[in-house]
């Protein structure tokens, strides 16, 4: 069964409504201007429940079916990123240091052409509740949005949400049965030393030289501590310290980030990160303070809802299960955290990368995504009659 006619003789709508949004990216919690947009399309379309200000900005839509039965929940995220956008479109941000560079303009117009579709059609048994969720890419969006309480009275069986995948063709569909995505930690590392003159390192005791053999060091974690088969990635992203050619500085600082799926490999690189920092500093005559943060934990598919989902994208495009994971962050992973549920990849064919400045969301993709979004409530939900 390919794209739903209806939803694909609205394509040009849907483009018009996804560059509009796009010309007026809004970041984090502040979604504003967006939740106001969705809110009046879910109107017209006659959503039978809207709950607004969730998390902020956030909004839960629900659609009944023509029967009574279970709820089903489908997420798409509206927040921008903070940064300058360089594709030169004629529906290019207006918004200085704001862009839609992770595509999530066109996942909100997905589920808004699903949820047209489900509200004209009502053909499912149950309740399609519509999540459109803020601030994603600061990672708090989705536990605000659970912390409201809003989802407690509606006992959902199952959630799902998709992502757009520059590369991949358009029409075609990945999931994975279990880890799709990765947990999202960030470290701090203050080195603090005695600094000095640069012609006499000996009267000073160096953060930089101790700075630069942690960084060496932690690099061994992954190689030497983490057994070969397990997924982690732990990534030395800045290192700062002094301030001039012929002064050594009394502090330095380290920061980056560490991904993995199995909490007990979180755990073990973050005591062994405690370790190697506490003991290079003492060798280097320095002392130094681990700052660890927990972000969002890894986003785990159930696999039953991963091949329900991939077999209903398969009946849209093409799908497959893929069975090595990315190494980016979800926070759509605090959902599967608590509900059942799949997280999918939709192709959005030959575009720039995610959080790349001339990144642009295909609209040819949008038809693709909105259709998989309705059948998965037609299909997890069939009328008994």
């Known amino acids: 069964m390919p794209v739903i006619n209806s939803i694909a003789a609205q394509a040009g709508e849907l483009a018009h409504w996804r560059r509009d949004l796009h010309r007026w990216p809004e970041i984090g919690h502040d979604c504003h201007q967006t939740a106001r947009f969705v809110a009046a399309r879910l109107r017209d379309f006659g959503a039978d429940d809207i709950r607004e200000g969730l998390a902020g900005t956030g909004i839960v839509a629900l659609i009944h079916g023509h029967e009574a039965g279970p709820a089903i929940g489908l997420r798409a995220d509206m927040d921008a990123l903070p940064m300058a956008e360089e594709t030169g479109l004629d529906h290019a941000s207006l918004v200085p240091g704001a862009m839609h560079g992770c595509g999530h303009d066109g996942h909100t117009i997905m589920l808004l052409g699903a949820a047209r579709y489900l509200a004209e059609t009502r053909n499912f048994a149950g309740t399609a509740a519509l999540i459109f969720q803020p601030a994603e890419e600061e990672g708090t969006g989705a536990a605000g949005m659970l912390a409201s309480g809003v989802f407690e009275d509606l006992g959902l069986r199952e959630i799902y949400a998709l992502h757009n995948y520059p590369g991949m063709a358009v029409g075609q569909f990945e ?66 310290s002094g301030s001039a050619d012929n002064v050594i500085p ?101 575009s720039a990368a995610l959080h790349h400045p001339r990144y642009d969301f295909n609209d040819e993709a949008a038809p693709y995504g909105a259709s998989f979004l309705a059948r998965l409530i037609e299909e997890a939900l069939p009328l008994r009659g």
């Open 175 to 240: 999931t994975t049965r279990g880890p799709i995505m990765a947990a999202v930690d960030t470290f701090e590392i203050h080195v603090d030393g005695q600094g000095g003159h640069g012609a006499k390192p000996h009267e000073t005791a160096d953060p930089v030289i101790a700075a630069c053999a942690i960084v060496q060091a932690l690099q061994t974690i992954v190689s030497r501590n983490v057994h070969t088969l397990d997924k982690v990635v732990l990534s030395v992203t800045q290192i700062h």
């Open 250 to 350: 009394s502090h330095a600082w380290i920061n980056g980030t560490v991904r993995s799926f199995d909490r007990d490999v979180q755990a073990l690189v973050r005591r062994r990160m405690a370790e190697v920092v506490a003991g290079q500093a003492a060798s280097f005559g320095v002392t130094a303070r681990l700052d660890y943060v927990p972000g969002e934990p890894a986003a785990i598919n159930d696999p039953d809802c991963a091949v329900f989902a991939a077999h209903v994208a398969a009946e849209v495009g093409e799908a497959q299960i893929r069975e090595a994971p990315e190494m980016w962050g979800e926070d759509f992973s605090h959902f599967l955290d608590r509900i059942p549920g799949a997280f999918v990849f939709v192709g959005n064919g030959d």
